[in-house]
């Protein structure tokens, strides 16, 4: 036996499981890597009362533990894939795929094969009927296949109930080569966007905003929501429309069979009547705060590894936040960084566990690979703007920002009760959204936006090596504005932002944050 004397902080490892109830686990949870830079506040903090009886002596006695406050607060860089599923806890809602044939958390329900001959994905295992999930003409984006060949962007030729057939996504029906490959459980079909058919989709430049219109797709069939963010065009010349300024981000502000309306547009939108593009149409995976009847809420466990104490330990220690809500999240994006961001739980208990015991059980998949978002090189668009009614592409109140900070805050209370240590439940508040911007100065619009009291909204599109997210306040009210001026220094101006549910604006924009994980765009998107 050789006792360890002290651990080191990189022995550690932290993880997440959803509970089936508060301070409950399901009967095989899913414990999901984290990969945290620094904690804060995280684990037990208990609270003791010291006896205080008047007495001669004039000394206090043993005090008793009254009350413990459990959370689980930590800094972790943003990645494609590590936030998706954790935020829906956040937001209290469900994430809103297109359609997908895996786990946001990347444990599949079932088994893909691959076919060579005829380009085909067969579904061996589960009982998920594609249909229900692919149609002809869909945009699909497949990973974690071990050939790469059976990885990339492809577009439905044919679907049956346990098969999608591939082509390339060039408009030209090419045929593909894949690679068989034997059922695996790593793989994963994701619907990714829509390939119109020959000239079909227009801008159309007639009503009060930019809109596409079509003699053949049925836009509402597409699985899109008003306020959601979508990409328009291709790589390929035969995917997008002539006219550069038409492609880019834009989010929709109504949606009928034969027109797709845009509020927002990445340029000012002209006129096409396409007569040879089979354009390509981008969306991915909403996230926003829902209405009354679509709220969930989750509790988690978070679990932090200690170590072993022993050499001789066959287990780690192991200490958990359980009954933990999701409080906080802010979004950290400042110049020549990374963006990461602060997380933080209330928990309603705490837990500790030694080597001989171990960590609970549960499945643990291997950390998802990935890269981190820049401030220097992997943003679109950050833009303000002050709300027009007409114009889909308002001058923005800046040019460049200097840092910007996001943070939703559920404002979590624990409930607290007589025979209870720790908490028995947790309240939340209202669901609010704000943070800061330093941005640098150039016009008094910025300023005269605040004095105003205008109605402003924020978006930002962030794209890295082919995928993207895109995060939209359809209506925030600005504060601070007051300009620093220093000497040999760019004149900056500070703002505040307050974000409200943009209901005021549209009773369909019924939200106050909402965010778009794109699993593929074109490196058109990459500007």
Same mark, same amino acid.
């Given at each position: 036996m050789t006792v360890n004397n002290k651990i080191n902080s990189n022995?550690? +490892? =932290?993880?997440?499981?959803?509970e089936a109830s508060p301070k409950t686990l399901p009967g095989t949870p899913v414990w999901v890597a984290q990969e945290p830079n620094?904690?804060?506040?995280? &684990? +037990?903090? =208990?609270?003791?009362?010291?006896?205080?009886?008047?007495?001669?002596?004039?000394? #206090?006695?043993? &005090?008793?533990i009254t009350d413990l406050d459990a959370s689980g607060g930590y800094n972790e860089d943003i990645t494609q894939t590590n936030l998706q599923h954790l935020l829906q806890g956040f937001f209290f809602a469900d994430l809103r795929p297109k359609g997908e044939a895996k786990n946001p958390i990347g444990i599949s329900t079932m088994t893909i094969s691959v076919t060579a001959t005829g380009s085909i994905f067969t579904?061996? +295992?589960?009982?998920?009927?594609?249909?229900?999930?692919f149609t002809v003409d869909d945009l699909i984006f497949s990973a974690g296949f071990a050939n790469s060949a059976n990885n990339g962007l492809f577009k439905v030729d044919a679907v049956t109930s346990t098969t999608v057939d591939v082509v390339a996504a060039d408009g030209l029906e090419t045929a593909v080569t894949l690679v068989d490959e034997a059922a695996t459980s790593n793989g994963s079909l994701v619907v990714v966007g829509y390939e119109a058919a020959v000239g079909d989709i227009d801008v159309d430049m007639t009503g009060s905003r930019p809109a596409l219109t079509s003699t053949t797709l049925d836009f509402t069939t597409l699985g899109l929501i008003v306020g959601e963010p979508i990409f328009v065009g291709g790589d390929l010349t035969a995917n997008k429309f002539t006219n550069a300024i038409n492609n880019g981000i834009c989010r929709i502000r109504s949606i009928a069979a034969a027109r797709l309306e845009f509020d927002k547009t990445q340029g000012t939108m002209i006129t096409e009547a396409n007569t040879t593009a089979l354009i390509h149409l981008f969306f991915g995976r909403v996230l926003k705060n829902e209405a009354a009847a679509s709220i969930i809420r989750r509790t988690y466990q978070l679990e932090r590894t200690l170590g072993k104490a022993d050499t001789t330990d066959t287990?780690?220690? !192991?200490?958990?936040?359980?009954?933990?809500?999701?409080?906080?999240?802010?979004? #950290?994006?400042?110049?020549?960084?990374?963006?990461?961001v602060d997380i933080s739980f209330v928990g309603m208990d705490h837990e500790l566990v030694d080597g001989t015991t171990g960590p609970k059980t549960g499945t643990r998949p291997?950390?998802?690979?990935?890269?981190?978002? #820049?401030?220097?090189s992997d943003f679109s668009r950050i833009k303000l703007a002050v709300m027009d009614a007409t114009d889909a592409n308002p001058t923005a109140l800046f040019a460049f920002a200097q840092e910007l900070t996001l943070t939703i805050d559920n404002n979590i209370t624990p409930d607290k009760a007589i025979g209870v240590l720790g908490a028995f439940d947790?309240?939340?508040? #209202?669901?609010?959204?704000? &943070?800061n911007i330093t941005a640098y100065f150039a016009d008094i619009a910025s300023v005269e936006a605040v004095r105003n009291n205008s109605d402003v909204t924020l978006d930002i599109f962030m794209v890295k090596s082919n995928a993207g997210i895109a995060i939209d306040l359809p209506l925030i009210t600005l504060g601070d504005g007051r300009l620093e001026v220093e000497q040999d220094q760019s004149i900056t101006i500070p703002v505040t932002n307050e974000a !409200?549910?943009? !209901?005021?604006i549209d009773l369909n924009l019924d939200h106050t944050m909402l965010m778009v994980?794109?699993?593929?765009?074109p490196t058109l998107a990459d500007v």
């Open positions: 022995a550690t +490892g =932290l993880r997440y499981a959803e620094s904690y804060s506040d995280f &684990g +037990g903090q =208990l609270s003791t009362t010291a006896r205080n009886p008047i007495n001669s002596s004039r000394q #206090n006695k043993k &005090g008793v579904r061996v +295992g589960g009982t998920l009927d594609l249909t229900t999930v287990y780690d220690q !192991a200490e958990y936040v359980t009954g933990a809500v999701p409080n906080q999240v802010s979004v #950290n994006i400042a110049r020549a960084d990374k963006v990461t291997a950390l998802v690979e990935a890269d981190a978002f #820049n401030t220097s947790a309240t939340a508040g #209202n669901f609010s959204v704000g &943070g !409200a549910t943009g !209901a005021k994980f794109f699993d593929y765009l």
